[in-house]
């Protein structure tokens, strides 16, 4: 039995019948999965999430909603999702991406996971010693893929601001900046990644 069971749209209260039936419109589905309908268990929460996801995440803003949805697949992969994993796996093909460039965005993510653990550690270490050392872990994914480098730098933007990782994450928003994405364009990337970790947390723990 999961640890949050699903609310069924027969047996949920009116506000979260029609919230529902907007996240259904919103996402372009026939019916919800099990799991996202356990959202609808903290209607506070559910509505959140609609808005939430209609605003940063599926629509076009300081940064396409291509663009969104590539970062969404990373995020919803890292929180072990396998819902949300599915919702934008969809999204991204339906946004433009092709089925060879989805192993590519989560190989890019994955490669930053690596880095985020070694320049974490060197931070975290409180010892200058690592720091005259090089890295030393091949890393040609990151600029080796058909994305193009701004797609490649939010990713990495998102990635790193998840794992905590500071040196990384401020990096990466100055080699983001020197591409010429805006302030606007980082905040709005870290607001799309925040929301679709919030409901894929959510989710996953649903499912536990």
């Known amino acids: 039995m999961p640890f949050i069971p699903p609310l069924p749209h027969s047996d949920a209260p009116e506000k979260v019948q029609q919230t529902y039936g907007r996240l259904q419109e919103l996402l372009g589905v026939s019916e919800l999965p099990e799991a996202v309908l356990a959202m609808g268990r903290v209607e506070s929460f559910l509505r959140d999430a609609y808005m939430n996801l209609k605003r940063f995440v599926l629509s076009d803003g300081a940064i396409d909603a291509r663009t969104k949805a590539a970062i969404a697949l990373a995020v919803a992969c890292h929180a072990k999702s396998a819902p949300w994993?599915?919702?934008?796996?969809?999204?991204?093909?339906?946004?433009?991406?092709?089925?060879?460039?989805?192993?590519?965005?989560?190989?890019?993510?994955?490669?930053?996971?690596?880095?985020?653990?070694?320049?974490?550690?060197?931070?975290?270490?409180?010892?200058?010693?690592?720091?005259?050392?090089?890295?030393?872990?091949?890393?040609?994914?990151?600029?080796?893929?058909?994305?193009?480098?701004?797609?490649?730098?939010?990713?990495?933007?998102?990635?790193?601001?998840?794992?905590?990782?500071?040196?990384?994450?401020?990096?990466?928003?100055?080699?983001?900046?020197?591409?010429?994405?805006?302030?606007?364009?980082?905040?709005?990337?870290?607001?799309?990644?925040?929301?679709?970790?919030?409901?894929?947390?959510?989710?996953?723990?649903?499912?536990?």
């Open 85 to 208: 994993i599915d919702i934008f796996r969809e999204r991204c093909l339906a946004t433009g991406w092709s089925a060879d460039q989805l192993p590519e965005i989560i190989a890019v993510a994955s490669t930053n996971y690596m880095y985020n653990t070694f320049f974490k550690f060197r931070d975290l270490s409180g010892s200058s010693l690592f720091e005259g050392m090089g890295v030393g872990l091949r890393a040609h994914t990151l600029n080796s893929t058909s994305l193009d480098e701004q797609t490649v730098e939010l990713l990495n933007t998102a990635v790193s601001d998840i794992n905590a990782c500071k040196p990384c994450t401020s990096g990466h928003v100055e080699s983001a900046r020197q591409m010429g994405v805006t302030d606007e364009q980082l905040l709005e990337t870290i607001q799309c990644a925040s929301t679709v970790y919030a409901v894929a947390q959510y989710t996953a723990a649903a499912q536990s």
